[in-house]
Antibody, heavy 121, light 107 residues
Framework: EVHLVETGGGLVQPGRSLKLSCVVS????????MSWTRQAPGKGLEWVAS????????YYEDSVKGRFTISRDNGQNTLYLQMNSLRSEDTATYYC??????????????WGQGVMVTVSS | DIQMTQSPPSLSASLGDTVTITCQASQDINKFIAWYQQKPGKASRLLIR???ILESGTPSRFSGSGSGRDYSFSISNVESEDIASYYCLQYINLPRTFGGGTKLELK
C-alpha cells in the first residue's frame, strides 16, 4: 500500500526558513517523479514544485522560484522541500504527491495527508 | 498559465441525486484533465484521469466527459460517503493548475 507522510511543518516568522520532508513507502521511489502541492486555508489547491526521478531536474511555480528548493534522497525514500524567505502568503497545508503519467503528461495519483505551515510574526 | 474555471463552488444534493460539476479551461487541454476528491483530514483521492478513465477502486457512479476546453464530472445516485470537495486538474502544461473546487453538501 502506498504511503506518503509529511513532517516538518510549524509556525515560522516571515523571512525565515523551514524544511519539509516526505517519507514514502509501498512503491519504488526512484521510479516516479514527485511533487509538492499546497492549499492555503479555505482556498483551492496549487502545485508548488516537481522533481524528476533522478532528482536532476526540478520545476517550480513562479511565486516560489528562487526561494524554495525541491530535492530527493532515493536511498532514503524521502522527498524534501526547503523553503527560504517565507512570506505570509506561503501559509498553507503542504501535500507530498506522487506523479504518474505518460510522455510527460503527469497527474498526481497519490497524496499525503499534508503538513501545515504558518508564516506569521 | 492555463486557467481552470470550475463551477459551481458549492452544491447541495439529496441522497440518490445526480450532480454535475464542470471545468472550463482557458485553452484546449486535449482531455488531460483529472478529478480529485478531498475530505477533511484525509489524503486527497484521484478518481478520474484523462477525462473519463476511472481509477481502480473508483465506484462506477462517478463519471467524466468532455473535450477541448469543456469538461464535466458527475456523481449519480449520491451516497453519504460522497460528501466532500472535488477539484479538477489540467496536466497538459506546466504549471499544472487546479479548478477552484466544488463543495458537495447534503440538502
Amino acid at each position: 500500500e502506498v504511503h506518503l507522510v509529511e513532517t516538518g511543518g510549524g509556525l515560522v516568522q516571515p523571512g525565515r526558513s523551514l524544511k519539509l520532508s516526505c517519507v514514502v513507502s509501498g512503491f519504488t521511489f526512484d521510479n516516479y517523479w514527485m511533487s509538492w502541492t499546497r492549499q492555503a486555508p479555505g482556498k483551492g489547491l496549487e502545485w508548488v514544485a516537481s522533481i524528476t526521478k533522478s532528482g536532476n531536474s526540478p520545476y517550480y511555480e513562479d511565486s516560489v522560484k528562487g526561494r524554495f528548493t525541491i530535492s530527493r534522497d532515493n536511498g532514503q525514500n524521502t522527498l524534501y522541500l526547503q523553503m527560504n524567505s517565507l512570506r505570509s502568503e506561503d501559509t498553507a497545508t503542504y501535500y507530498c504527491t506522487r506523479e504518474e503519467g505518460l510522455y510527460g503528461y503527469n497527474y498526481f495519483d497519490y497524496w499525503g495527508q499534508g503538513v501545515m505551515v504558518t508564516v506569521s510574526s | 498559465d492555463i486557467q481552470m474555471t470550475q463551477s459551481p463552488p458549492s452544491l447541495s444534493a439529496s441522497l440518490g441525486d445526480t450532480v454535475t460539476i464542470t471545468c472550463q479551461a482557458s485553452q484546449d487541454i486535449n482531455k488531460f484533465i483529472a478529478w480529485y476528491q478531498q475530505k477533511p483530514g484525509k489524503a486527497s483521492r484521484l478518481l478520474i484521469r484523462y477525462t473519463s478513465i476511472l481509477e481502480s477502486g473508483t465506484p462506477s457512479r462517478f463519471s467524466g466527459s468532455g473535450s477541448g476546453r469543456d469538461y464535466s464530472f458527475s456523481i449519480s445516485n449520491v451516497e453519504s460517503e460522497d460528501i466532500a470537495s472535488y477539484y479538477c486538474l489540467q496536466y497538459i502544461n506546466l504549471p499544472r493548475t487546479f479548478g477552484g473546487g466544488t463543495k458537495l453538501e447534503l440538502k
